[in-house]
């Protein structure tokens, strides 16, 4: 799970069928998720006197604190959309379109400021796992980054030219 909250650009999951104790935990580790509309979702091990405790710390992170309760000491499956109103996922997807749904929103994401993106996993990883002071330090010195990036640069002058911009990751 740390090795996918240390890699710098965002980790998508897609998800067809059933995610369930480490499935589960992998879709909460994520950064972001797609899941096709007969998805379902749980941490079950509970039912046979199994604690699923390592999905336990994401899905705290990802779901409320009661929701993760519900799920980590009922082992009741979640469908899709109720994953989605939950925030376990961020986009449900018809059946059988998971990867290209993730593939899409991978583009989309791709195509933005390489930098940014950086730095808005690791600010919103700050926001969840340290202190509001110290993550709002953080913060004030990524916008300086960007501010003093090339990439701002360009998108600014991409904007007002009309075109698509050429982001460099600088």
Not at 21 to 40: F, P, S
Not at 60 to 66: F, G, M, P, Q
């Amino acid at each position: 799970m740390l090795l996918l909250r240390r890699i710098p650009q965002p980790v998508i999951a897609s998800v067809h069928g059933i995610a369930t104790a480490a499935g589960c935990q992998l879709v909460a580790a994520a950064d972001l998720a797609v899941a096709t509309d007969d998805a379902r979702f749980a941490t079950s091990g509970i039912n046979f006197g199994l604690f699923c405790a390592t999905p336990g710390v994401p899905l705290s992170r990802n779901i409320s604190r009661k929701r993760a309760f519900e799920m980590l000491m009922t082992g009741a499956f979640i469908d899709a959309q109720q994953a989605l109103d939950w925030g376990l996922v961020n986009r449900v997807v018809e059946t059988g379109t998971a990867l290209d749904g993730a593939r899409r929103l991978a583009t989309t994401i791709a195509s933005r400021g390489p930098l940014s993106n950086r730095l808005a996993k690791k600010l919103v990883d700050a926001a969840h796992d340290g202190a509001i002071d110290a993550a709002l330090s953080m913060s004030t010195v990524a916008q300086q980054q960007i501010f003093d990036s090339s990439d701002l640069h360009e998108g600014v002058a991409a904007f007002f030219a009309k075109r698509s911009p050429e982001f460099n990751g600088r």
